[in-house]
């Protein structure tokens, strides 16, 4: 199963991906991201790829 791999010092909070996948990323109250899992389940792939290229700072990837 791929893998999210979030680079948190790119991360600036913009949480477009948590728009995008709400169901995977969630920011909390201070801006910091969190992933409810790192494994990308087939069901959210499409959803996880689109967050990946909404991201303005490109702070995701996902990898084998
Ligand atoms: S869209 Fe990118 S910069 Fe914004 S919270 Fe998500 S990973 Fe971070």
Redesign the pocket.
């Known amino acids: 199963m791929n893998r999210i791999v ?3 010092d ?9 728009q ?1 996948a709400p169901e995977v ?1 969630r ?1 909390d109250d201070e ?1 910091e ?1 969190h992933l409810a899992h790192e494994e990308v389940a087939p069901k959210d792939e499409r959803a996880v790829a689109a ?1 990946v290229r ?7 990837k996902v990898r084998p």
């Open positions: 979030v680079d948190f790119r991360c600036e909070g913009h949480g477009l991906c948590e995008t990323f920011l801006g991201l967050a909404v991201c303005p700072v490109a702070a995701l």
